[in-house]
């Protein structure tokens, strides 16, 4: 088991609707003063990382998004120690704009950025906006060469790169990021295409929620590829957090969540995702096998069953992190009231028994 503690992440809430495809209430807001606060109270709570989230266009709620990488500069500018991941989807954007973007943000928030290359789901929204469609396993090739551009805009002079997709000649950029040897790159998925890709060149692998086994099948599987590759990776999982003071609680919000779905939406859902992963040579990945209640929450974060007590939540939290988990990547109900209950009753739990296995290791 790795000797640094687990760390947290949470979602940024820069989209409207929450994270759950419901019609119960969630006190949680996508605009910026609720997002400054909350980011002020996450990492005061322990939090190291926030995600914020890249959509063009709605689509089963979510029907005002605000831009990533902007707002998640500015909650950089409210913070002082958390690093703010900011999602950027190849094809809006191109390897040189965003090496260039993100490196003016990293001087000017002491090397706090951080970014999530998304590979796409979307079909609607790559038509609305003007993008070509391509098949699954493309969208990830396109991925790899944005991430190999951009490590090579970050960290070489003189770059040049033939690739398929992106072509580059001598191309200088300066200044260079504050980071070394540059910002980190995180990468989601399931598919085989993107645990691929996190094999070969992303820092740190996203993934949907799962079960402690389904989780380390992946692990397994990324790792033993990445050694072939000589190269590191992490691995980053997603939750949905349901702490509350007993477990009969903590299961009727969730029973309160699913009750209060709203199917049409869901089973459209549903019916999209299906462009991703299960759309790949070999129909694995993110929602493959979702069912209509793991859908109810968009990364099948009910799955990965962070939903109890301090003490259950926490208890799960270092059984994934014995299977190989590197980051929790949470979502909540009421993300202020919610992430702050986390700092104070779950982290500390965690820390304990994460120490008392490294005593005991010993
Ligand atoms: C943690 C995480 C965060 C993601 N964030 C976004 C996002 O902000 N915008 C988006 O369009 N897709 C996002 N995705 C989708 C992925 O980039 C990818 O398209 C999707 O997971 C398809 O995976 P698959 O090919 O393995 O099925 C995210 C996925 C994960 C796991």
Not at 69 to 74: D, G, K, T, Y
Not at 251 to 272: R, S
Request: hydrophobic letters at 40%; glycine letters at 6%; a negative charge.
């Amino acid at each position: 088991m790795s000797t640094e503690n687990i760390k947290f992440a949470y979602w940024v809430p820069n989209v409207s609707g929450g994270l759950v495809v419901s019609n119960i209430e969630q006190r949680t807001s996508w605009d910026i003063d609720y997002n400054r606060k909350l980011a002020q109270i996450a990492e005061k709570a322990g939090f190291e990382y926030a995600l914020s989230q890249i959509r063009f266009t709605a689509g089963y709620g979510a029907e005002f998004q605000h831009e990533s990488v902007s707002f998640s500069h500015a909650l950089l500018a409210a913070t002082t120690k958390l690093k703010v991941i900011a999602a950027i989807l190849p094809g809006p954007w191109n390897p040189v704009l965003a090496a260039k973007q993100l490196a003016t943000i990293d001087l000017l928030t002491e090397g706090r950025i951080a970014v999530n290359i998304v590979s796409g789901w979307f079909r609607g929204e790559f038509t609305a906006i003007g993008e070509h469609w391509l098949d699954h396993d493309e969208r990830y090739r396109r991925s790899k060469e944005f991430i190999e551009a951009l490590k090579g805009i970050w960290t070489q002079d003189n770059f040049t790169y033939r690739g398929d997709f992106y072509r580059f000649s001598n191309y200088t950029l300066k200044p260079k990021p504050l980071q070394q040897p540059h910002p980190e790159i995180f990468q989601g998925g399931s598919s085989r295409a993107a645990r691929d890709n996190a094999a070969s060149v992303s820092d740190w692998y996203f993934t949907n929620g799962n079960t402690v086994e389904g989780i380390k099948a992946q692990v397994d599987d990324i790792r033993t590829k990445a050694a072939a590759n000589n190269h590191q990776v992490k691995i980053g999982v997603n939750a949905f957090v349901i702490a509350r003071d007993t477990e009969e609680e903590a299961k009727a919000v969730l029973a309160e969540i699913i009750a209060k779905a709203n199917p049409e939406a869901v089973n459209a859902f549903g019916h999209e995702v299906k462009n991703a992963g299960a759309a790949s040579p070999e129909k694995e990945g993110n929602w493959a096998k979702s069912t209509f209640e793991d859908l109810v929450q968009y990364n099948d974060g009910f799955k990965t069953n962070l939903i109890g007590t301090p003490q259950q939540i926490a208890e799960r939290i270092v059984e994934l992190k014995a299977v190989g988990v590197d980051l929790i990547l949470s979502g909540f109900l009421h993300f202020q009231e919610e992430v702050a209950y986390f700092g104070e009753k779950v982290l500390p739990l965690v820390r304990e028994l994460e120490a008392k296995k490294l005593a005991k290791a010993a």
